[in-house]
Nanobody, 121 residues
Framework: QVQLVESGGGLVQPGGSLRLSCAAS????????MGWYRQAPGEQRDLVAT???????NYADSMKGRFTISRDNAKNTVYLQMNSLIPEDTAVYYC???????????????WGQGTQVTVSS
């Protein structure tokens, strides 16, 4: 059973910073692309950033320059450093990973349970 366990959400003032972490656990062969999506109340789930196992990154335009995604392949963990936070960043942030459970099996998408980030004074 593959699980994605997120941590690091919370309440922060505008202009502040937070760092989210997500660790993939369980028995699997490889984690390919990992990343973060977010969903605000009444909105669809949107891309924040993704990172491949080789380190290539992709960001939503509104996050470029403020957010930084990174990963530790040895720990199967992805991070999201969020700086200069604004109220519009308030959302539930979901960890995502595309994981192959065995060498000769196709990869599947996995999601974390979500962590709340609230930006408010």
């Amino acid at each position: 059973q593959v699980q994605l366990v997120e941590s690091g959400g919370g309440l922060v003032q505008p202009g502040g910073s937070l760092r989210l972490s997500c660790a993939a656990s369980g028995s699997f062969f490889s984690a390919y692309t990992m990343g973060w999506y977010r969903q605000a109340p009444g909105e669809q789930r949107d891309l924040v950033a993704t990172i491949t196992s080789s380190g290539s990154t992709n960001y939503a335009d509104s996050m470029k320059g403020r957010f930084t995604i990174s990963r530790d392949n040895a720990k199967n963990t992805v991070y999201l450093q969020m700086n200069s936070l604004i109220p519009e960043d308030t959302a539930v942030y979901y960890c995502y990973a595309r994981i192959a459970r065995a060498r000769y099996l196709g990869a599947s998408d996995y999601w974390g349970q979500g962590t709340q980030v609230t930006v408010s004074s």
